[in-house]
């Protein structure tokens, strides 16, 4: 056997997906807005900004999980205690007040993000899993320790960062088997081609939304 060889289980999806997306996960992981928020540097209307970002980001992510319910290969993948969107307004209603809706606003990334996403997400189901595990996986992951270092900055308990919290979830359990539909996906090496510049491009829109918001907000 070759020195050089690959680790077992190097050619499934996830492993490939988590070697060429690395260097744009960690540029997101980066981010100077979302280490600002986390450092407790910046006024908690910085962080109902990008909540606001995020029901935009959302509510085009679990529109097009309508489309796809009924997609044979997609619909492995639209779990209903992943969704946001409730959870993002009780959180709006606690930042913003009652009248959130005509408080909130889609920065100009926001809206490129969300009409990409329509577009990739609403047509096949490469781009929709693309952009659902961006999401999702991003949000089990890294998010699970901005949501902690948010609740802590800002006083938060359990009102204004339910975005954060999957209470039906058991986070490790979930992502190994997310991992598996992954491997399992009956994809050419094409469209697994397809799939992984689909999240990097996901990764860059979400890395352009947090830019939009340093701008702002440092
Ligand atoms: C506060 C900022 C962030 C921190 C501290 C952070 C941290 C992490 C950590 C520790 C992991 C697990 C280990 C790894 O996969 O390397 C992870 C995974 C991930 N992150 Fe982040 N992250 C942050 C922001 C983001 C952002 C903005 C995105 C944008 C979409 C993102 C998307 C992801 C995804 C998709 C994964 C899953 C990778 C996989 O397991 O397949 N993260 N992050």
């Known amino acids: 056997m070759s020195l050089m060889a690959d680790p077992p289980g190097a050619d499934r ?74 959870s993002i307004e009780a959180d709006l ?32 189901p490469v781009g929709f899993i693309a952009h659902h595990y961006a999401r999702y996986l991003g949000d089990l992951s890294g ?9 802590r900055v800002y006083g938060l308990n359990g009102e204004g960062n339910r975005f954060f919290a999957f209470p039906g979830i058991d986070i490790e359990a979930f992502k190994s088997y997310y991992r598996r539909l992954l491997d399992a996906l009956p994809w050419t090496a094409e469209e697994q081609g397809e799939f992984v510049a689909e999240v990097v491009e996901a990764y860059r829109l979400n890395i352009a939304v947090l830019d939009e918001l340093s701008r702002r907000w440092i």
């Open 93 to 124: 209603r606690f930042l913003h007040g009652p009248r959130w809706q005509q408080r909130i606003a889609a920065l100009p990334a926001t809206t490129t993000y969300c009409t990409r996403l329509r577009y990739a997400a609403n047509s096949h």
């Open 143 to 151: 998010g699970q320790y901005l949501g902690q270092a948010i609740s």
């Open 13 to 86: 999806l996830s492993a490939r997906l988590r070697r060429d997306t690395r260097a744009a996960r960690d540029a997101a992981r980066t981010s100077a807005f979302l280490d600002a928020l986390a450092d407790g540097r910046l006024s908690w209307v910085a962080y109902a900004d990008l909540a606001a970002q995020h029901w935009f980001l959302y509510e085009a992510l679990e529109l097009a999980g309508h489309t796809m319910a009924d997609d044979p290969v997609a619909r492995a993948f639209v779990f209903p205690e992943l969704i946001r969107l409730p």
